[in-house]
């Protein structure tokens, strides 16, 4: 049971180009989200996801783009990489509705560095 | 919209002893506030929350206190083990990114890095 996965684990590249984050998790929740996380400021919001189509900005967005074709899957790019989007990434999921109280579930996170 | 602070950003402790790490948010209408751990290399994972219609919620060693009028939330570890070395983070719904009552989107403080020393 994998639950939720994250690719790569640990990334380099360059300014200017373009990165892909992959997502997966195996047990079909709707919702999904991806946070950044770095010194000093914790962790915050890029995107969310309510279903397969749906897609919504959090508090960081600029600089980022997702989709969602899948319910499983929830990529993130980076179309032109900048120094400052050098953090770690957290995707999660919420397992049942929108509502308070659902525990969210992280997965092991990507660590990237733009050079 | 809402804010959560979140102190100290450090702390050690000797094993054994208690710790205990304080988080106050702006938005009255929150009624939802979780404690995620986070270890080293790993993403974070919930290991309590309370709800507003409470004001303590335990759970073997960890507790949570809330006080809506103050509008601060607490965690307290007890018996403190090496194992619980980690970076806490305390969180509230974040006001302008969730819609029609629904209290899905969370904001995080900035957390707390817990030392225990052996």
């Known amino acids: 049971d994998a639950g939720i996965t994250q690719s790569p684990r640990y990334k380099i590249t360059e300014t200017g180009r373009q990165v892909t984050l992959m997502c997966h998790q195996t047990?079909?929740?709707?919702?999904m989200f991806w946070y950044r996380q770095d010194l000093g400021h914790g962790l915050r919001l890029i995107y969310y996801?309510?279903?397969?189509?749906?897609?919504d900005k959090g508090e960081v967005p600029d600089g980022y783009v997702v989709s969602r074709s899948k319910t499983e899957n929830f990529p993130l790019t980076l179309e032109s990489a900048t120094r400052s989007q050098t953090s770690v990434y957290f995707c999660?999921?919420?397992?049942?509705?929108?509502?308070?109280?659902?525990?969210?579930?992280f997965g092991p996170g990507t660590r990237l560095t733009v050079l | 919209g809402e804010n959560v602070e979140q102190h100290p950003s450090t702390l050690s402790v000797q094993e054994g002893d208690s710790a205990v790490i304080k988080c106050t948010y702006s938005d009255s209408a929150s009624n939802y506030f979780p404690w995620y751990k986070q270890e080293l290399g790993k993403g974070p994972q919930l290991i309590i929350d309370?709800?507003?219609?409470?004001g303590e919620k335990k759970d073997q060693r960890i507790a949570v206190t809330l006080n809506k009028t103050a509008k601060h939330f607490s965690l307290h570890i007890t018996e403190t083990q090496p194992e619980d070395s980690a970076v806490y983070f305390c969180?509230?719904?974040?006001?302008?990114?969730?819609?029609?009552?629904?209290?899905?989107?969370?904001?995080f403080g900035k957390g707390t890095k817990l030392s225990v020393k052996p």
């Open positions: 047990w079909s929740h709707s919702y």
């Open positions: 999660a999921t919420i397992p049942r509705g929108w509502r308070a109280g659902d525990e969210q579930f």
């Open positions: 309370i709800r507003s219609n409470v």
């Open positions: 969180a509230a719904p974040h006001s302008t990114l969730n819609y029609g009552g629904s209290q899905g989107n969370l904001i």
């Open positions: 996801s309510a279903a397969a189509d749906i897609t």
